[in-house]
C-alpha cells in the first residue's frame, strides 16, 4: 500500500491528515506537544464492523491487548469485542478494569509467574496453558485458594505456518505444549479439580495470505478434533489464534479477509459442527484491529544538506517507534509510510530522510522518501503505529521523555 492509501483512510481535512475528525495540525495544539500517538476510533470501529461483517456469526472475537495496551483503547474496545487476551498481571488489571465478564478474558504466554497463576485464578480468568508446570501450578491455585480453575491447553501443533512475520508454532518452541505430548499431560492432570474449556493454538504472527491462513485454521480444526477425546470434558473453547497481517510496506498487499472468512465458514459448518460441535471458536486478533487505526506524529527539528543528501530531523524516533526503524525483527528495513501531516495535498517536491533524535544512525523512519519540501515545524507523520508502537520500543534509550498516547 502506498502512503496516499493510508492518508485516505484516515481522510483529508483543510489540506491536512485528519485524525478523529480533526485537521492533524489542531489535533497537535490539543496534544500540546510532539511526537505523540494518536488512535482514531472511527477507524477503529470501522474495522470491528468489517471482522464482524466478513467472519461467520458464531465466530468470537478477542483482542490479543499487548498489540496496544493504551487503557483507553482496551476500554473503547471492550464493547466491541467478545473476549481479551491478556500477556501479563498489569494486563489482566486493564481488561478487568473494562465491561469484559473475567471468563472472557484469556492469559497466554511462557512463563507466567505462581504469582500471576493466583491472580488470574483468583479472578477467574482463563489460563491457557503453555506447559506441564503451569498446569500444575495452576491446579496448586485453584486447590489452595478453593477454586476451580478456567483452563484451556496451548497446543504447540505439529505442522509449521508459512508466511508468518514472527512464527510461533510448529517445530521446538517456548509456546504451548507439542501436540504429541499432549495426551500424556492430560493423562496425569485427568483428576485436577479444574474446568477443561479445551485449546489454543496460536501459530504466527503477521501473515498476509489468506491461503495460508486458511490452512493452518483448518489444520488446527483436525489437531484439536484429534485432541479432544484426551481433554476430560467436551471442547467448549477453540481459540484459532489468528495472525492476520496488515501492510506495513509498499509491496505489502492488504490481507483477502473474504477468503479467510470464507474458509472458515466452510469450517465452521463442516468440521467443527461435526467433531467439535460444543466448541465456540475464537479468532484471537492485535495488530489487526489496532494497527491501522494509530499514527505516530513528530516535528520537523532540523532540515540539513549532507553531501548532497537531505534529512529531517524529528523530534521522536526509534524510542517511541521501535518497528518503524526496522529494529522490531524485521531482517530487511523498509519504510514504513509517512507523509507530512501537515501538507498531505502538496506533491512530492524532494527525496528526503526523515531520522529521529537518537544518537545512532539505527534511529532511521525514511530512507530516501519522496516528500514535500518539509520546513522546521512541519509534521511528519508515520502510519501503521496502532500496535507495537510505544509499549514495544525503548523508551528509557537515552532519556528523553514519554510521548503522549491520545484516542480521539
Ligand atoms: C501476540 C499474540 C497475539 C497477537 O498477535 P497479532 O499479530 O498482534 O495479531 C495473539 N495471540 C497470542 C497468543 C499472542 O502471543
Redesign the pocket.
Given at each position: 500500500m502506498k502512503p496516499h492509501e493510508h492518508v485516505a483512510a484516515f481522510g483529508t481535512a483543510e489540506g491536512e491528515l485528519r485524525v478523529g475528525g480533526m485537521p492533524l495540525s489542531r489535533l497537535a495544539e490539543r496534544v500540546g506537544s510532539t511526537p505523540f500517538f494518536a488512535y482514531d476510533r472511527g477507524l477503529l470501529d470501522a474495522r470491528i464492523d468489517r471482522l464482524r461483517s466478513a467472519l461467520p456469526a458464531s465466530v468470537q472475537l478477542s483482542y490479543?491487548m499487548?498489540?496496544n495496551p493504551m487503557p483507553a483503547v482496551v476500554q473503547h474496545l471492550a464493547h466491541r469485542v467478545d473476549r481479551i487476551?491478556v500477556?501479563s498481571a498489569l494486563e489482566m488489571h486493564a481488561a478487568l478494569d473494562t465491561v469484559m465478564a473475567a471468563g472472557r478474558v484469556s492469559f497466554?504466554?511462557p512463563g507466567k509467574s505462581p504469582a500471576e497463576i493466583r491472580q488470574a485464578v483468583a479472578a477467574g480468568i482463563i489460563v491457557e496453558v503453555e506447559s506441564a508446570t503451569e498446569l500444575a501450578r495452576v491446579v496448586a491455585a485453584g486447590d489452595d485458594l478453593g477454586l476451580t480453575p478456567n483452563v484451556a491447553v496451548r497446543v504447540n501443533p505439529d505442522f509449521a505456518v508459512k508466511g508468518s512475520g514472527m512464527r510461533?508454532g510448529g517445530g521446538p518452541q517456548q509456546f504451548g505444549i507439542d501436540a504429541e505430548q499432549v495426551p500424556g499431560v492430560l493423562r496425569e492432570f485427568a483428576a485436577a479439580g479444574v474446568n477443561w474449556l479445551g485449546f489454543h493454538v496460536?501459530a504466527g504472527?503477521?501473515n498476509l495470505n489468506a491461503e495460508i491462513i486458511a490452512e493452518a485454521q483448518r489444520r488446527t480444526v483436525d489437531l484439536v478434533a484429534s485432541l479432544a477425546e484426551h481433554l476430560p470434558a467436551p471442547v467448549r473453547y477453540l481459540n484459532l489464534?489468528?495472525?492476520?497481517g496488515i501492510p506495513y510496506v509498499g509491496k505489502d498487499q492488504p490481507l483477502d479477509l473474504g477468503l479467510v472468512a470464507a474458509g472458515l465458514g466452510e469450517l465452521v459448518d463442516g468440521a467443527l459442527a461435526d467433531r467439535l460441535p460444543e466448541a465456540v471458536p475464537v479468532i484471537?486478533?492485535?495488530?489487526?484491529i489496532v494497527g491501522e487505526c494509530g499514527v505516530y506524529v513528530t516535528r520537523v527539528l532540523d532540515r540539513k544538506v549532507s553531501r548532497g543528501k537531505t534529512y529531517l530531523v524529528v523530534d521522536g524516533g526509534m524510542h517511541h517507534q521501535l518497528a518503524a526503524s526496522g529494529n522490531f525483527g524485521q531482517v530487511i528495513r523498509r519504510n514504513y509510510p509517512l507523509v507530512v501531516g501537515n501538507h498531505v495535498e502538496k506533491p512530492g517536491a524532494e527525496t528526503a530522510t526523515v531520522v529521529g533524535c537518537l544518537c545512532t544512525p539505527l534511529d532511521l523512519l525514511g530512507d530516501d522518501v519522496e516528500l514535500p519540501a518539509a520546513e522546521i515545524g512541519d509534521l511528519v507523520v508515520i502510519f501503521q503505529a496502532g500496535?507495537y508502537g510505544l509499549t514495544a520500543s525503548p523508551t528509557a534509550f537515552l532519556g528523553h521523555p514519554a510521548p503522549v498516547e491520545v484516542l480521539v
Open positions: 490479543a499487548k498489540a487476551d500477556a497466554a504466554g510461533m496460536f504472527s503477521q489464534g489468528g495472525g492476520f484471537e486478533l492485535g495488530r489487526y500496535a
